[in-house]
Each structure stands twice: as structure tokens, then as C-alpha cells.
């Protein structure tokens, strides 16, 4: 069957420190791997696409990377701070571009 | 620009009776999307639109109708409520011809409780 999993339902980094969260998949041929941050109360907002080709992009303190051969996909955000504190979801884009699915997320903690 | 915007934010409804959730988006984009999210679940698409007048079933599409008349709104209906809908359902739009144009938008949500 197919299945997204995000590698734990809670993270706690220390402020400074560099947070990773990985995002796995199986039985999918994602053409895009896109991350999302979501707020309590709020609606997702878009961080990151990258494509299957592409094996890694960056934008400002975030870094994501996408292993096809492994169906993994990591993503960093360097130097966290508190402000960085929200759940993060991964995304697959598949079925011929149309649908995405969504794993269940990832909520990080920075504590200062 | 608004957006994506989300109608009603909040809803109670009892059990049998049905409701309509109205998505507009100002941003002419052509994929439309719903959401529901649970606790534990994530974010489970139940129908979608990849244009004026087409929809498509998601992933978790039973008790759920929809329509795309317009371009700019995409109407979420329940015909009989039941408990298992209660949820908080997200809106979200996408240009959806190209690359980073796949990136969703997403509006507010709105919690519907069913009794």
C-alpha cells in the first residue's frame, strides 16, 4: 500500500542548532516533494517543491534534499530559532500532477 | 489579493443534516483541492478540480459532493452529516500547469463539529 511517514511525531532542538526532518515513501513515483509549515489554527504554508531530478535545493536557512533510490527526503533548517517552532508537513505530487498527498507532519520544537 | 478564503470558519451541525463549504480564490488559479485534517491523521484530500467545470474523488470521497461552476469557487457539500465528518476542512488552490506553479495555497479552514 502506499504510505508517506514523517520520522516522528515530535522534535526538540535547542536554538542555533541545525533541525532535520525526514520524510519517507512507498509505492509512490512523485514527480514533486513539496515541505509545508502549519501553525495551530492555521492552514499549511508553502517552504519548499523539488523535483524528482533534483537532488537538492535551498531557500535562506532551509535545505531539502530528495533521494529517489532511498524514496526519502530530508529537510534542515540551519541556525533554528523559537519562530521556527510549527508542524511541518512533506508533500507528494504523483498521479500525473493532479493529486498531492500529504504525510501526517512532524511538530518541531526550538527551545531557546 | 485575498487569497483563498474559507466560508463559514466555524459550523455545528446535528446529525442528517447538510451543509455547503465555499472555497474562492482570487489568484485565477486552475487546480482546486479539499482537505480534511484529523488528529493523527494529516491532511487526507477528499475531491479535487484541475478546472472550471471538471472534479475528480480523492482520497476519501464518500459522504462528500462537489462543484466547480466558476473558476474562482469550488463548493464542498455534505448531504447528511454524520458524526465521523467532524473535522477541520482546508481549501487550496494551485496554478497547476508548471513546476513551482504545483505549490498549493491554502485558506483558514473551517471546523465543523457534527452531534
Known amino acids: 500500500s502506499q504510505k508517506i511517514e514523517q520520522n516522528s511525531e515530535a522534535l526538540n532542538i535547542q536554538e542555533g542548532k541545525t533541525a532535520t526532518l525526514t520524510c519517507n515513501y512507498t509505492?509512490?513515483?512523485?514527480?514533486?516533494l513539496q515541505w509545508y509549515r502549519q501553525d495551530p489554527g492555521r492552514g499549511p504554508v508553502f517552504l519548499l517543491l523539488?523535483?524528482?531530478?533534483?537532488k537538492e535545493k535551498r531557500k535562506e536557512r532551509l535545505k531539502v534534499t530528495f533521494d529517489t533510490t532511498l524514496k526519502q527526503s530530508l529537510f534542515h533548517i540551519t541556525a533554528s530559532q523559537p519562530a521556527d517552532s510549527a508542524t511541518y508537513l512533506c508533500?507528494?505530487?504523483?498521479?500525473?500532477?493532479?493529486?498531492?498527498?500529504f504525510g501526517t507532519g512532524t511538530k518541531l520544537q526550538v527551545i531557546p | 489579493n485575498a487569497g483563498v478564503t474559507q466560508t463559514p470558519k466555524f459550523r455545528v451541525l446535528k446529525t442528517g443534516q447538510s451543509m455547503t463549504l465555499l472555497c474562492a480564490q482570487d489568484?485565477?488559479?486552475?487546480?482546486m483541492y479539499w482537505y480534511r485534517q484529523d488528529p493523527g491523521m494529516g491532511l487526507r484530500l477528499i475531491h479535487y478540480?484541475?478546472?472550471?467545470?471538471?472534479?475528480a474523488k480523492g482520497e476519501v470521497p464518500d459522504g462528500y459532493n462537489v462543484s466547480r461552476l466558476k473558476k474562482q469557487n469550488f463548493l464542498l457539500g455534505l448531504e447528511s452529516a454524520a458524526p465521523s465528518q467532524t473535522s477541520v476542512y482546508f481549501c487550496?488552490?494551485?496554478?497547476?500547469?508548471?513546476?513551482?506553479?504545483?505549490?498549493?495555497?491554502f485558506g483558514p479552514g473551517t471546523r465543523l463539529t457534527v452531534t
Open positions: 487550496a488552490s494551485s496554478f497547476g500547469l508548471y513546476y513551482e506553479q504545483y505549490k498549493q495555497y
Open positions: 509505492n509512490y513515483s512523485p514527480a514533486y
Open positions: 523539488i523535483r524528482e531530478n533534483e
Open positions: 508533500a507528494l505530487t504523483h498521479g500525473g500532477y493532479q493529486k498531492v498527498t
Open positions: 489568484m485565477n488559479h486552475e487546480y
Open positions: 478540480s484541475v478546472g472550471e467545470g471538471t472534479t
